[in-house]
């Protein structure tokens, strides 16, 4: 799409203002299970980008790498670094990986204004930054008094609900009022209250399933509940590109992990054949206690979508159970907003375990588990998240509740499905507009996590640098969330931004891609305008 030279602009200076509503975007109800079609896996792989990069890009970003290595070990050679030493740590293992302490100080420092940085609103479709500096290269900052409002592009807002006004901040008001901010206790002791009942009742519904359990931290869903259900002697196959959480759960377990390519089914069904064949190996060759398969509905730093429909045709043909995490899936896709399981018309009973988070779509903080009743009740009574971490504060329950409501249009209005639809037209607008470009971006075209890919380390510091000066914030992703060579720009879309905001950041998303030369990509580009 050209741009218009002409364009207004607004009194805060930086992006005009939305001058209508959303129109409806794609289906508008959920297929019965005999007229649905499942995408076959063609299709699935034609809406996905993995583009490769360029050599030349590539040989330069090694080269780029290295010259920051060598800068940083004649710094530390040179000059003594502002860092604590170990003492008296004679005998013992240093405490601190020595590449990741070099990395810290001599790479990621360089370019740490990028992250971390602090904000003063809700994360809407707008936020507020406190300004900071540096007085001495990133190992400090000072704030300087003054503020600066920015697009937001950087949170996972995906439906618009993360605002300071409207029913679900009112809701969670009147909750604070009523039951405190805190129960200070976990839920089997003094923690559970009708409210976190209703919202299990409520996510169950939600979801298709018979029961689900809520839990106060998102992260601690997977790391404290997975050692609850996989113990040694089990074998679990995970998607290399797995969430941390996942990660850490898993170790906990003591479980025997084998992990696959990502979204690869063919080498899926390879690990999975070849250890049910051979089973146990510190067994004897027994039979696995449990077979678990272990994906993502979308993966957050790769902004794919996992291959449902095959992942739940393999975990039948080999008797294996599946555990989906949904945390930037559910809400985010699916013509009824639930998730990937939604987004492919499957059934929900397929899966064995769905895991999901409310921090994203339903913005507020938490976890559940769902499946069924007999699931459930186990881990009421055997989860480490629940007997003993605190419980979900009453208005942050409450504020999914309303949310979860909205969408689910249980208060009588049509708020959640245009949520939903605004999404969809938002997300695949803003990928097409950057393939448009030129730009090299991971994912789906469904996925409203858009990488950018820039490579470069100094890129991401270029590109982070400069949108803030344009009054956009989003987010920089490097190593070790990324490979170390595949830095790039995470864009996170919601139903809150509107055509308007899109097209300003695209447009200066535009040309700092030309004035940076972050056009990498040699696919044909569609020279018709992208219709919104």
């Given at each position: 799409?050209a741009?218009n030279?002409?364009?207004?602009q607004?009194?805060n200076g ?10 409806e ?5 959920k ?5 649905r ?12 980008s993995?583009?490769e ?6 040989c330069l970003t090694?080269l ?5 290595m ?17 003492k008296?740590r004679e005998?013992y293992?240093?405490l601190?990986?020595?590449?990741e302490?070099?990395?810290s100080?001599?790479?990621y420092?360089r ?5 971390n940085?602090p904000i ?10 406190k ?8 190992w400090?900052f000072?704030?300087t008094?003054?503020e ?14 993360a ?7 009112d809701?969670?008001?009147k ?5 405190g901010l ?9 923690g559970t209250?009708?409210?976190h009942?209703d ?6 519904r ?7 359990i809520v839990?106060?931290?998102g992260?601690?869903?997977?790391a404290?509940?997975?050692p609850?259900?996989l ?15 996942i ?12 992990v696959?390519k990502?979204n ?6 390879r ?7 051979y089973?146990?190996?510190?067994a004897?060759g027994k039979?696995?206690?449990?077979v678990?398969?272990?994906?993502e509905?979308v ?6 979508i996992c291959?449902l ?21 559910i809400?985010?896709?699916?013509p009824?907003g639930?998730g990937i ?6 059934d929900?009973?397929d899966?064995d ?5 409310f921090?994203k779509?339903?913005g507020s903080?938490?976890?559940?588990l769902a499946g069924t009743k007999?699931?459930?009740d186990f ?6 998240a629940h007997?003993y ?8 329950a409450q504020q999914i509740?309303?949310?979860?409501s ?7 209005s ?8 605004q999404?969809?037209?938002?997300t ?9 470009m030129g730009?090299?971006t991971?994912g789906?075209e469904?996925s409203?996590?858009v ?7 100094s ?8 949108l803030?000066t344009r009054?956009?914030?989003?987010v ?5 969330a990324?490979?170390i060579?595949e830095?790039?720009?995470?864009y996170?879309?919601s ?5 308007e905001?899109l097209?300003y950041?695209l ?20 020279p018709?305008?992208i219709?919104?």
């Amino acid at each position: 799409m050209a741009k218009n030279p002409n364009k207004k602009q607004t009194t805060n200076g930086f992006y005009p203002r939305a001058t209508s509503t959303a129109t409806e975007y794609g289906a508008t109800s959920k297929p019965s299970a005999a007229d649905r079609k499942l995408p076959p896996a063609e299709e699935h792989l034609q809406k996905t980008s993995f583009e490769e990069v360029p050599l030349r890009t590539a040989c330069l970003t090694y080269l780029g790498f290295y010259l920051l290595m060598i800068l940083g070990y004649l710094n530390q050679l040179l000059f003594v670094p502002k860092v604590a030493k170990e003492k008296n740590r004679e005998g013992y293992v240093s405490l601190y990986d020595a590449f990741e302490s070099f990395y810290s100080r001599y790479v990621y420092r360089r370019i740490r204004d990028c992250w971390n940085r602090p904000i003063c609103s809700v994360p809407g479709a707008e936020l507020t930054l406190k300004d900071r500096v540096t007085p001495d290269y990133g190992w400090s900052f000072e704030f300087t008094g003054t503020e600066t409002r920015c697009l937001n592009l950087g949170s996972y807002n995906y439906l618009g609900f993360a605002e300071a006004t409207g029913a679900c901040a009112d809701n969670s008001e009147k909750t604070c009022r009523e039951l405190g901010l805190a129960l200070c206790s976990p839920r089997v002791e003094l923690g559970t209250t009708q409210l976190h009942l209703d919202l299990e009742k409520l996510t169950a519904r939600y979801l298709g399933v018979e029961d689900a359990i809520v839990f106060g931290m998102g992260f601690a869903t997977n790391a404290l509940n997975l050692p609850s259900i996989l113990s040694p002697g089990c074998l679990v196959l995970s998607d290399e590109k797995n969430h941390a959480s996942i990660i850490l759960g898993l170790r906990l377990s003591g479980a025997t992990i084998k992990v696959f390519k990502h979204n690869n089914m063919k080498d899926l069904e390879r690990v999975l054949r070849q250890n049910i064949v051979y089973g146990n190996p510190k067994a004897g060759g027994k039979p696995w206690k449990k077979v678990l398969i272990i994906v993502e509905g979308v993966y957050s730093m790769e902004g794919s979508i996992c291959r449902l429909p095959e992942i739940i045709a393999l975990k039948k043909k080999y008797k294996a159970y599946l555990y989906l995490d949904e945390a930037h899936s559910i809400g985010a896709l699916g013509p009824n907003g639930g998730g990937i399981v939604d987004y492919f018309g499957e059934d929900p009973k397929d899966v064995d375990i769905l895991m999901g988070t409310f921090t994203k779509s339903f913005g507020s903080a938490g976890g559940y588990l769902a499946g069924t009743k007999k699931l459930v009740d186990f881990l009421r009574t055997n989860s480490h998240a629940h007997c003993y971490a605190a419980t979900m504060s009453p208005p942050v329950a409450q504020q999914i509740y309303t949310s979860m409501s909205t969408i689910m249009g249980l208060d009588g209005s049509d708020i959640g499905r245009r949520k939903i639809n605004q999404l969809a037209r938002n997300t695949r607008y803003f990928r097409k507009r950057l393939a448009q470009m030129g730009v090299i971006t991971y994912g789906h075209e469904d996925s409203p996590v858009v990488p950018m890919l820039v490579y470069l380390f100094s890129k991401i510091g270029a590109v982070v640098r400069t949108l803030t000066t344009r009054n956009i914030a989003v987010v920089g992703v490097g190593f070790p969330a990324t490979p170390i060579m595949e830095g790039r720009i995470r864009y996170c879309l919601s139903a809150a931004h509107t055509k308007e905001q899109l097209d300003y950041a695209l447009d200066v998303i535009d040309e700092i891609s030309d004035n940076l030369g972050l056009k990498y990509s040699r696919k044909p580009k569609d020279p018709n305008p992208i219709e919104y």
